[in-house]
C-alpha cells in the first residue's frame, strides 16, 4: 500500500505492518531504503527479524507448512554468509576492480540477485562453510576415486580421450601414484576411469552412502588432488589456481541451494561433451557470433557412475542419482590475449560499502563515456542472446554466473563467454536441425513464452539492478541506459533483414510482456522448483510488466 512521500505498507494478516520508503525504477524494480524499514503491531514499533517476517507473511507468500522451515533454514544460512562477508576486511569497487580473476570471485558479494534465499547451502556446517565457501576463497584439494568401467561411464569432445585427458589434468606423477595405489589392492588400472570429487560429498555422502561399492572395490579411494582449486560462485565448480590452463572441475554436491539438491547426473553426463560440440560448431560458423567476439566455454570431457541399488529404486530426476559425477570444463586464461583480463558477469551487480558499484569504477577507469562501455558490454553480452534466439531459437541461461567478460587492462568489454551449457541452454525451434545425441536440448515451448529468455533472464534478472545501480551512482541515467539498450537491438535488428519475420512474431519492443516470479518457484518447492525436461511448464506467472524498450 502506497502512503505518502514514497513511503509504502505491507501488512500481514495478524496486523503486522512493514513500512518502507523506496525508490521504484523500470520493471517494477524497487530500491528500498533500508534504514528507513520499520516493524509495528498495535501501535508499537517491533525490533526487525527476518525470519519472523517469512513466517508473519506465510499465507500472502503461499509457504507451506512443509517448505517455511526449510525456506527459513535457506533465509539464515544466507544472511549469515552476508554476516561473513561484512566480517572480512573490505575491498572498495575500486579495488575489486583492479583485482584478479579469482579475488573478484571470491570478493564480490552477488550472485543471483532476483532470489531472495540465495545461499542456503543447507547441509554445510560452519568447517565446511569455511572450507568450500565462494565466499572465503580457501584452497580446496579434489578427492580422486577410481571407479570401475561396469558403473562408471566416461564421454568427452572429439579428438579427446581419458588417458590424454587425465595426464593433462594429473601429470605422469600422480597417474603413477594412483595406478601403483590400484595394483597395491590387486586391481587392475585398466579397468577403472579415474573421477574427481568434491571433499564434502566424499565425508558426508560416497564414503558412507556408497560404502557398498566401496567395499566391493568398484569405488577406490586414491587420495587428494595435487593442484589446489577455488571454489566459484556456483559453489560445485572448481578454477585451477595451482595450473590455471588446467580446466575447470564441476563436481555432484548433495547439498541443498536455491531451489535444486546441486547434484550431477550421470545420465546427463553422457550428452554433455556432444551438446558442447555442437554449440561451438554453431558459434564458429556463424559470421554474426564470431564477428561479436562470443566464446563457448566447453564441457570437454563428463564422467558418471550409476550405482544398481539407488537407479533400481528411484525415477529419473532424483537426487539418488545424482551423487556422483563430474566434468571437466575448458579454463578461459588460456586463450587471452595480451592485455586481457577475466571477470564473472555477476560482479557487475557489486556494490562495496559505501555503495559504489564496481560497474561504475569499471566505466570511469575505462576512460569511455558510460554509453558507450555500456555499447561495448551490450554489443559482446546481448547481441550473441539475440542472434542465437532469432537465427537458431536457440537460448541460454545467461544470468551472471553464466557469463565471464573479457576484459580489457583499462576495464572495458572486449567479449563475452558464455558456460554452463549443457544443463542450460535449450533450441525452441523445432525445425533446427540436431545431432541425435543432442536432441535432448530441444523444448517444447509456447510461441507466446518463448521470448521470456530475453525479458526474464536478461531484462528482468539482469539489466533491471544494473540500470539503477549506474543512475543512483550518479555515472549514466536509467532511461540512457535503456535507450542504448533499445538502439543495440535495433542496430542488430536493422543489420539482418532476412529475419525481419522472426523479428514481428517474437517483438523484443512489444509495450509489454508476462512476469515470471522466480522467487514464487522456490517458494512452492525449494528441493526442485524447476523441472529441467520442461522448464516452461513450471514458470509462475503474475501480471505483466512495462517492457523499457517499448516506444524507443
Not at 556456483?234 to 580446466?247: E, G
Not at 540512457?480 to 543495440?488: G, L, N, Y
Amino acid at each position: 500500500m502506497a502512503l505518502e512521500d514514497g513511503a509504502y505498507e505491507i501488512r500481514a494478516a495478524d496486523g503486522t505492518a512493514y513500512r518502507f520508503t523506496a525508490r521504484r525504477h523500470a520493471l517494477d524494480h524497487w530500491r528500498v531504503d533500508p534504514a528507513s524499514v520499520t516493524r509495528l503491531r498495535d501501535g508499537a514499533e517491533l525490533p526487525l527479524d527476518a525470519l519472523a517476517f517469512f513466517t508473519e507473511l506465510r499465507d500472502e507468500l503461499g509457504l507451506s507448512d512443509t517448505v517455511l522451515p526449510v525456506y527459513l533454514e535457506e533465509v539464515t544460512s544466507t544472511l549469515a554468509s552476508a554476516a561473513y562477508k561484512l566480517a572480512k576486511p573490505e575491498l572498495t569497487a575500486a579495488e575489486l576492480a583492479a583485482a584478479g580473476f579469482q579475488e573478484i570471485e571470491a570478493g564480490m558479494t552477488e550472485g543471483h540477485p532476483c532470489f531472495v534465499a540465495t545461499n542456503g547451502r543447507l547441509g554445510l556446517g560452519v568447517a565446511d562453510f569455511r572450507a568450500y565457501a565462494p565466499e572465503t576463497g580457501s584452497p580446496v584439494r579434489l578427492i580422486w576415486l577410481a571407479a570401475h568401467r561396469d558403473r562408471a561411464a566416461f564421454a568427452h569432445t572429439a579428438g579427446l580421450d581419458h588417458d590424454t585427458l587425465m595426464r593433462a589434468e594429473l601429470g605422469a606423477a600422480a597417474l603413477a601414484r594412483f595406478d601403483e595405489r590400484l595394483r597395491a589392492l590387486g586391481l587392475d588400472p585398466a579397468d577403472y576411469l579415474l573421477l574427481p570429487v568434491h571433499p564434502w560429498q566424499w565425508e558426508h555422502k560416497l564414503a558412507v552412502t556408497f560404502a557398498g561399492e566401496v567395499a566391493a572395490r568398484r569405488l577406490v579411494y586414491l587420495g587428494e588432488s595435487e593442484d589446489a582449486y577455488q571454489a566459484q560462485q556456483s559453489i560445485r565448480t572448481f578454477f585451477n589456481t595451482s595450473r590455471p590452463d588446467r580446466h575447470y572441475v564441476k563436481t555432484a554436491l548433495s547439498v541443498l541451494n536455491m531451489g535444486f539438491m546441486r547434484g550431477l547426473s550421470a545420465a546427463y553426463m553422457e550428452a554433455t561433451p556432444a551438446i558442447n560440440d555442437w554449440l561451438a560448431g554453431v558459434v564458429e560458423k556463424d559470421e554474426v557470433l564470431r564477428a561479436t567476439g562470443l566464446e563457448i566455454i566447453r564441457e570437454r570431457a563428463a564422467i558418471g557412475y550409476r550405482h544398481a541399488g539407488y537407479e533400481a529404486a528411484t525415477a529419473k530426476g532424483s537426487p539418488y542419482r545424482k551423487m556422483l559425477a563430474a566434468l571437466w570444463r575448458e579454463s578461459p586464461v588460456p586463450g587471452l590475449a595480451p592485455g586481457e583480463r577475466l571477470s564473472t558477469m555477476a560482479a557487475l551487480l557489486h556494490t562495496d560499502r559505501s555503495q559504489r558499484p564496481l560497474a561504475a569504477e569499471l566505466i570511469a577507469g575505462s576512460g569511455l563515456e558510460p554509453r558507450a562501455w555500456l555499447r561495448r558490454y551490450l554489443d559482446a553480452y546481448l547481441v550473441p542472446l539475440l542472434h542465437c534466439f532469432y537465427a537458431y531459437g536457440l537460448v541460454f541461461m545467461p544470468h551472471g554466473e553464466n557469463v565471464i567478460l573479457v576484459l580489457d587492462e583499462d576495464g572495458a568489454v572486449r567479449r563475452a563467454l558464455f558456460k554452463d551449457i549443457a544443463e542450460e541452454i535449450a533450441v525452441m525451434d523445432p525445425d533446427l536441425p540436431l545431432p541425435p545425441e543432442v536432441e535432448r536440448i530441444r523444448a517444447e515451448v509456447p510461441e507466446e513464452m518463448q521470448l521470456l529468455s530475453v525479458f526474464t533472464d536478461v531484462f528482468d534478472c539482469f539489466f533491471r539492478f544494473l540500470a539503477p545501480l549506474l543512475d543512483e551512482a550518479g555515472v549514466l541515467d536509467a532511461g540512457d541506459f535503456w535507450a542504448e539498450v533499445a538502439a543495440c537491438a535495433r542496430d542488430y535488428q536493422d543489420a539482418h533483414p532476412e529475419l525481419r519475420e522472426r523479428f514481428a512474431r517474437h517483438d523484443l519492443f512489444a509495450a509489454e510482456f508476462q512476469l515470471s516470479c522466480l522467487n514464487r518457484l522456490q517458494l512452492r518447492n525449494n528441493e526442485q522448483m524447476v523441472d529441467l525436461e520442461d522448464p516452461a511448464g513450471a514458470l509462475q506467472m503474475a501480471g505483466r510488466l512495462v517492457n523499457p524498450l517499448a516506444g524507443r
